[in-house]
């Protein structure tokens, strides 16, 4: 678990999870934590690797974190999971 962003409004950490016990390959996923609406997501497979494609693009263009927020609150539109404090 690697903590990627931490503005405002969002949270984002990467997982990486081994596919097998000593396999070389990972797979993982991104979590994504609303602040505002307090939803959450986990995104993974190929909507992981579009989500890293896009915000490479974004980092390497320079990007303000309005720029990096914009881009991942069309992530959590989808987010349908609550936070919840326990």
Same mark, same amino acid.
């Given at each position: 678990m690697?903590?990627l962003?931490?503005?405002?409004n /969002?949270?984002?950490?990467?997982?990486e @999870?081994a +596919?097998?016990?000593?396999?070389t390959?990972?797979?993982?996923? =991104?979590?994504?934590?609303?602040k505002?609406?307090?939803?959450e997501?986990f995104?993974?497979g190929e909507l992981?690797a579009? /989500?890293?494609?896009?915000?490479?693009? @974004?980092v +390497?263009?320079?990007?303000?974190?309005?720029?990096?927020?914009? =881009?991942?609150s069309r992530?959590?539109?989808?987010?349908q999971?609550p936070?919840l404090?326990h």
């Open positions: 690697q903590l962003y931490n503005s405002d /969002f949270v984002v950490v990467a997982f @999870l +596919d097998v016990a000593g396999a390959s990972t797979q993982g996923g =991104y979590e994504i934590v609303d505002f609406n307090r939803k997501i995104i993974d992981a579009t /989500f890293k494609q896009g915000v490479q693009a @974004l +390497d263009a320079g990007p303000t974190q309005e720029d990096l927020d914009e =881009y991942i992530f959590t539109a989808l987010a999971q936070v404090m």
